[in-house]
């Protein structure tokens, strides 16, 4: 049985670090409102609406907090392809929609990846776009994923200093274990990138000062993987015997490590409040231009 004085890790509430950036997110939506720009979302779900039906309501419900304005579009699941694309255009072309989301999962005769890259870059507020995701390598973060951007604030959260700092990231996907990486060595770290053929996973994160985490494989790093001390960033989600667990043992962790995200709580909220954040530095950048392609004096 654990004593009072034994170590636990400091659970690092996602919910209040979501509730400052809305915060600030719903003041600059009030600046660009005053402008005659009001940030306007629209979400895209094809097929089982079921399927994406909490994040729908999770994205309202936070945008509603953040003063940004959310339209959510169901499509049948027999919506072609080509149908989609001529929906995406026309969105792109309105100047009254300032971000689009694509809700998942879409039909297997829909490639998500082709409706990505259908989405005009300055609506991209969820940084799926080849040109957002490519722009981190350059260290330029314009509308970065969400994910990626959530987790990364959330380690600036504490009081670690990122320059030098020796980070392992668990996981390697196109648009949350790359995107961290490069964030953070944008900042400074050092950071080591683990994968299914990486040869001791728990090598590497044993000698890191953070660990992030996103496999999507419920309990696979536990305590004995972490360096005492540590910050874990928890990405991942799971449902195991009905409750939505991450990729942390959270019981062999929580008494090793010095910060932890729980899950849920934890990376999800600042994920959806990064998507509102996105949603007004769009409206910002579509502004600016317009401004400078239309608002023209010399003729």
């Not at 945008?63 to 049948?76: H, I, L, N, T």
């Not at 053929?197 to 590497?204: G, I």
């Amino acid at each position: 049985m654990q004593s009072s004085t034994e170590h636990r890790a400091a659970l690092i509430d996602g919910k209040s670090i979501a509730a400052k950036m809305r915060e600030e997110v719903a003041a600059e939506s009030r600046a660009l409102c005053d402008l005659g720009w009001s940030p306007r979302l629209v979400s895209i779900s094809v097929g089982d609406a079921e399927a994406s039906d909490i994040y729908v309501r999770n994205q309202k419900r936070s945008a509603e907090s953040a003063g940004v304005e959310f339209e959510a579009r169901a499509y049948p699941k027999t919506t072609s392809l080509e149908q989609l694309i001529g929906i995406l255009q026309g969105l792109n072309h309105d100047p009254r929609v300032n971000g689009i989301i694509i809700q998942r999962p879409l039909p297997a005769h829909i490639p998500v990846k082709v409706l990505q890259k259908a989405v005009h870059p300055l609506k991209d507020v969820e940084g799926m776009h080849p040109a957002s995701i490519g722009n981190i390598v350059y260290n330029d973060l314009a509308l970065g994923p969400c994910t990626a951007v959530a987790a990364v604030e959330i380690l600036k959260t504490l009081p670690l200093s990122l320059e030098g700092l020796t980070v392992t990231v668990i996981g390697h996907s196109e648009i949350v274990g790359k995107p961290i990486a490069f964030l953070l060595m944008g900042l400074g770290a050092t950071v080591t990138v683990c994968h299914h053929m990486t040869r001791s996973v728990a090598m590497h994160s044993r000698a890191s000062d953070a660990v992030f985490v996103a496999v999507g494989r419920a309990g696979l790093v536990t305590g004995d993987m972490i360096k005492p001390g540590a910050a874990v960033i928890d990405i991942g989600i799971n449902r195991v015997d009905g409750k939505t667990v991450g990729d942390v043992d959270f019981d062999s962790v929580a008494p090793v490590a010095g910060w932890l995200t729980p899950v849920p709580g934890g990376v999800g909220p600042v994920t959806v409040a990064t998507l509102m954040k996105n949603a007004v530095l769009a409206t910002r950048m579509q502004m600016e231009h317009y401004r400078d392609a239309y608002d023209k004096t010399d003729f």
